[in-house]
Structures are given as C-alpha cells and as structure tokens.
C-alpha cells in the first residue's frame, strides 16, 4: 500500500514538473532600452491578468469596449500614444502607436513595432502573419509567440493595423492577452523508438484521420487493441487501448514508451501538451498538427494513462473528432 502511494506520489511530482513552464521573459543585458524594460515588464504581469500593473478604471465609456470594464495601466511604453487593460472574462492590453495616412507608412510602422517587440524578447519568438481584409477593418495581424528550447507558448501578443472607420487612414495597435497560455512542446528529430511496426501503422492511418469523418476504427495499431467509437460531448473519439499493467511504476513506463513512440511517429509536423490530471486519469497527453493550433475545432491525438483499479491500469490511445 505504502509502495504504491509513494509511486502515485513520484508520477504526481513528474507531471508537476512537466507543467512547471514559467512564462518569465528575461531582459536581456545587451537590450535594456527604455522600450524593452517597459515592453517585459507588461508581459510578464500578463499570466497574471494584468494585476500588478492595473491602475485606475476608466472615467465614463470607452467608445471601443462600451460594455467592458477598461482599466489604465501603470506602464508607458515608448512610442505608444495611449494604452488601456480590458479585464473581463477575456483580459488584454492595449496600446495604440499611431494613426497614418499612407498605407506605406503604416506598414513601415507595423514592421518596425514587430521587429522592436522581438528585440525585446530576445528574438525567442516565433511570428504567423496574417494579411487579411476582415469585416473589422484589419488588413494585416502578426501574431507573436514566446519560445522555449522545448517548445513555445500559444501566441499571445498581436501586432494589428487596422483601417479607420472614419474618414482614410490606418490605426496601427498592440494588443497583448492576459492569462497564461497554453504551452506546446515541439517534437524532437533525435528521439529513438522502440517499436517501429506501431509507427508504421500510425503513419499509414494518419491521413485517413485528419481528411476524413469517423468511420469507426482507423485499423490495427498494435499493441494497442480498438475499443470503438465513444461521444464526449460533440466530439466523437475512436479509442484503442492497451491493457496488462498491474503496477503504477510499469504504467509509467508504458506510457512513456508509448509516448516517445508518438512522438516519432507523428515527427515536426505536429505539437503535444499536457493535461492536468484528474479522476483515475494518472497522465494525458495530446497532439495536434502545428497549423491547426488555431482552428476552432482540431483533430487531436490523445495518450492516456488510466487506473481501473489498484492493480490495474490500461494505455489509452483516442483519435478525437
């Protein structure tokens, strides 16, 4: 009894660790410009809603968020004109940088506030431009994510210029959300793998998931054994599994097995991340293609590690729809 606690205890404080990613931008010695300071100073109070920074609420409506609470914020950053916290459900900075006439100056500004922003970060970032005339009036967004040797964290400050709604020109603003984002580890090209029949299956059944709707069991996955489809919600998940662990420390290293041979298996093109436990779920990991991060509903890969009993365990491998 007293083993098998100490084992939970150990898988616990592993899973602990894995999570222990720390959203802190370092300020680099040779980048300690007035931007930067103020600039990394912003970003890190933003896993923290933006607590230590809020200063006064606004005075009366804010024409842009009429139903939101709207905030001053403690910090000036350099060349901003004016910035602002939303803090609802959803909170963010926002900073304006200026209005421009020509949309070749406009873009000249919204090049050079990226460029600046990844100065300020160590250039440990990784950009998704967007060019695009939505009914909003943006006509171009670059979306800018912070980068670890491991992975990266979700993209959570927006470069935006917008076109005016009244009269010509262009609105250049920065935008930075609040809350901490998910963090995606990237997959490594080096990891070894220990049985390469699954990953041939895997990588013979790939496309069928990711083109088509669920049509039952992809085929065989061995050693993993299909269940079936299941509906959590209105998500359908094909679920394999694989059973015979009857110890917490063997489940550990099932799934860890199991997991690097995702990992090969699926190679750069796709992302995994964590999941907090919970229930008789002792592990959960899930993949998803790194160009579906966005997308309001992506296929995903999930790895399970599931305890039945106390001396019974199973791997759990869903396909989610």
Same mark, same amino acid.
């Given at each position: ?5 100490? +084992? ?15 959203? %802190? ?13 103020? #600039? ?9 809603? /933006? ?12 024409? +842009? $968020? ?10 000036? %950053? ?13 909170? #963010? ?16 500004? /919204? ?37 670890? !040797? ?19 020109? $262009? ?59 299941? !509906? ?73 590690? %599931?305890? !039945?009993?106390?001396?019974?365990? %199973? ?7």
């Amino acid at each position: 009894m007293y083993c098998r606690l100490a +084992a939970i205890f150990i898988l616990c404080c592993t899973t602990c660790v894995l999570f222990a990613q720390d959203f %802190i931008v370092d300020l680099s010695k040779k980048n300690k410009n007035d931007f930067a300071k103020s #600039f990394v100073k912003l970003i890190n109070d933003a896993p923290n809603r /933006f607590k230590d920074v809020k200063d006064k609420p606004f005075k009366g409506m804010d024409s +842009a $968020y009429p139903a939101s609470k709207v905030f001053t914020c403690k910090i000036k %950053i350099p060349g901003a004109i004016s910035g602002k916290l939303i803090l609802d459900s959803l909170s #963010f900075a926002e900073y304006h940088f200026g209005d421009f006439d020509k949309i070749e100056d406009a873009e000249a500004a /919204f090049v050079n506030l990226s460029n600046t922003i990844a100065e300020a970060m160590n250039r440990k970032v990784m950009f998704r431009n967007n060019d695009t005339a939505s009914k909003l009036g943006m006509v171009r967004q670059t979306k800018i994510a912070y980068t670890q !040797q491991s992975g990266f964290f979700h993209y959570n400050v927006f470069v935006q210029l917008y076109k005016k709604n009244m009269g010509d020109g $262009y609105r250049l603003l920065l935008k930075i959300n609040g809350g901490m984002p998910k963090y995606y580890y990237k997959v490594m090209r080096t990891e070894p793998i220990s049985s390469f029949m699954f990953a041939t299956a895997l990588k013979g059944q790939l496309s069928s998931f990711q083109k088509s709707k669920p049509q039952g069991c992809l085929g065989e996955l061995p050693p993993f054994v299909c269940r079936g489809a299941k !509906q959590v919600g209105d998500t359908t998940v094909i679920v394999y599994y694989k059973a015979g662990v009857e110890d917490i420390r063997d489940g550990k290293k099932e799934f860890e097995a199991a997991l690097t041979n995702l990992r090969v298996s699926l190679g750069e093109e796709y992302v995994y991340y964590l999941l907090m436990p919970h229930d008789d779920r002792m592990r959960e990991v899930a993949f998803l293609k790194i160009d579906d991060l966005e997308k309001r509903r992506s296929k995903t890969i999930h790895l399970t590690l %599931i305890e !039945q009993t106390k001396s019974d365990y %199973i791997l759990e491998l869903g396909f989610a729809y």
